[in-house]
């Protein structure tokens, strides 16, 4: 992880911490529009000095917590692979597009569809899930959505379908993505 300061570029963040995005948004409203946007290569201070003057400390110790806080959601794939094998397996989601999910995936797994998120959503909250991307950087919003619609057992599985073919299943292909954020 990164030391974390005023100073501290909050593209360097966003990279470091996966949820620092949502993180932001969701406490001080900062980055889901044009108006409260920010850039990369913008520190901490200048964020907060020009949003009504936030200490730079509280706004650290915000992304700190929710960087910990989603370090509890994250499964790694080992785990995962225990997961699918018990008495009562978890639904494997993924999150990726179909392109992707059509290209390389998981045996088992299910595409996540709006229809079946709906499915999900009227089915009981402690059904377990697991959610995966590519490489773990996006999971954890759509689990965000999750736990917000009351599925309190989603969880994510950690590095996505790339730590998977890495330590699980290398016979699945691995694969960069020429846009990826």
Known sequence: MINIDATTAIGEILDAYPGARRALFSRYH???CQSCGFSPNESIESLCAR???IPPEQMIEHLRQAHEHDQLLLLTPIVVKELLGSEN???LLDCRTRE???AVTITGCKFLTQELQQQLFATSPD???ILFDHQGKHALDTCAWFLG???KNTRVMHGGIDAWSRDIDP???RYQL???S
């Open 178 to 180: 020429e846009i990826e």
């Open 100 to 102: 992707e999910h059509e």
């Open 89 to 91: 397996p978890p639904v």
């Open 149 to 151: 619609h009351g599925m």
């Open 171 to 173: 016979s699945l292909p």
């Open 127 to 129: 059904q377990a899930i």
């Open 51 to 53: 949003n009504g003057g």
């Open 30 to 32: 900062l980055g889901g």
